[in-house]
């Protein structure tokens, strides 16, 4: 069996163990459906008592050809106010990166990224501004965080989560 066939195989497990075993605020799946299975959307919800809370957060995932192996390219389509997120939704996350394994699956790589909204490392930022403003002016980085939370990561209406118009696994929260 060559890589790409092992590739697939793995991230077709991974879908569906995060089908048969769902983790509260997360969820993923191949985007448009039925289309490139190394493209995916992946949604996380804001961690309860942070800035991000009430927010759903959308990203695009791009998995290499030889996933597991080499980490999958996240990118977050909602704009979030964030030390360790770029204005371009690049993650600084040494999972990702240099402490990437094989053995992560996707739905524990979005509980890290979920985790880092609780958890932010203003040490090591990728948003060097905000980073400042989280170590020295908490409550300003407070507000704004929630501010964009409210303006960028709104969850879809109930209505147009059960009627198809809207709703699914592309959510909102586009720029």
């Known amino acids: 069996m060559n ?47 942070t800035p991000y809370a009430g927010g759903l957060f959308i990203m695009k995932i791009q998995f290499p050809r030889d996933y597991p192996f080499h980490a999958p390219h996240i990118v977050f389509q909602t704009r979030v106010y964030h030390p360790n997120i770029s204005d371009k939704g690049c993650i600084c996350l040494d999972t990702l990166k240099q402490n990437w394994s094989s053995a992560l699956t996707i739905g524990q790589v979005l509980l890290t990224i979920q985790q880092l909204l609780a958890d932010p490392n203003p040490r090591d930022p990728l948003a060097y501004g905000v980073a400042q403003e989280y170590l020295n002016n908490r409550p300003v980085f407070d507000q704004k965080a929630r501010e964009y939370t409210r303006e960028y990561a709104r969850p879809p209406p109930p209505a147009a989560q059960n009627s198809g118009s809207g709703g699914g696994i592309g959510g909102t929260g586009s720029q």
């Open 3 to 49: 890589n790409t066939n092992k590739s697939l195989r793995r991230i077709n497990n991974e879908m569906l163990e995060l089908q048969r075993n769902p983790i509260p605020g997360i969820s993923a799946a191949p985007y448009p459906p039925g289309n490139d299975p190394y493209q995916w959307v992946g949604n996380i919800t804001g961690p309860p008592d």
